[in-house]
């Protein structure tokens, strides 16, 4: 039985000292509160991602353990118990990372055609508005003549507008690489400051509209770590 002390950790407090099999634990926990099939679910989909990003790495931690925070950030620090959300957040870098490996083509096949078997295999295993919301927060394919950043941002703010539940797991995202900036290496922290910091404007101008579906005490959590981020950022490329 998981140790019930890591409830009242902070996220990247568990991975310092337990690392992934702390957050592992911690996803447990919140999942108790769960009816069991909405944890079957949950499970599969963190089975789901364990496979596809088992040998991916983050600089200095397994991938897996970016995930299992955002979904954990949403669980507790949001109140979501939308399990169609949670899904997608625990496998909202899938598409983007694993498309052929996920919708069982070939490496080379064309990225619109990977994109789309991958989706397709979302919604098989799951359902249609999983593969939507991951959609939602998966980036394009880019065009190498503009600056990839401004694309990523430019993106971002497209895909959120019209997509409140998108919001939720690209702010849980954000938050991880924001706040936690700073629990990297020097060199990734000025990469991540550098892209993330233009768009902490947009994400804090969404969060604020009424169609988010958060209550009050999540959007003006969110928006105490948008500024934490913020510093960060500052601290980082303003030195």
């Known amino acids: 039985m998981a140790p019930r002390m890591l ?5 990247h407090a568990i991975t310092e000292v337990y690392g992934e099999a702390g957050l592992r634990d911690r996803f447990a926990l919140e999942l108790e509160s769960f009816p069991a099939d909405e944890r079957k679910k949950l499970t599969e989909a963190l089975d789901l991602a364990s496979d596809l990003h088992a040998a991916d790495r983050r600089v200095r931690e397994p991938y897996l353990n970016h995930l299992l925070r955002v979904v954990i950030r949403i669980i507790r620090y949001y109140g979501v118990r939308d399990i169609d959300v949670l ?12 498309p052929a ?7 080379d096949a064309p990225w619109a055609v990977r994109n789309g ?81 233009p768009l902490v404007p947009k994400l804090r101008e969404l969060i604020g509209r009424p169609d988010t579906p958060l209550s009050t005490q999540a959007k003006e959590h969110i928006l105490d770590q948008l500024d ?6 500052a601290a980082i490329l303003d030195d």
């Open 101 to 107: 490996e996920l919708g069982g083509v070939e490496p």
């Open 7 to 11: 409830l009242s950790m902070p996220l």
């Open 117 to 197: 078997a991958a989706l397709a295999e979302l919604s098989r295993r799951f359902n249609p508005r999983v593969a939507e919301l991951v959609q939602s927060v998966t980036n394009p394919e880019y065009d190498p003549r503009r600056d990839k950043h401004e694309q990523y941002r430019t993106h971002v703010a497209e895909n959120l507008e019209n997509d409140p539940w998108a919001r939720v797991i690209k702010i849980s995202d954000f938050t991880d690489n924001g706040v936690g900036v700073i629990h990297t290496t020097l060199d990734k922290a000025y990469r991540s400051a550098t892209k993330y910091r």
């Open 87 to 98: 899904v997608a957040a625990l496998l909202h870098d899938a598409v983007e990372d694993h």
């Open 228 to 233: 934490l981020a913020e510093e960060r950022f």
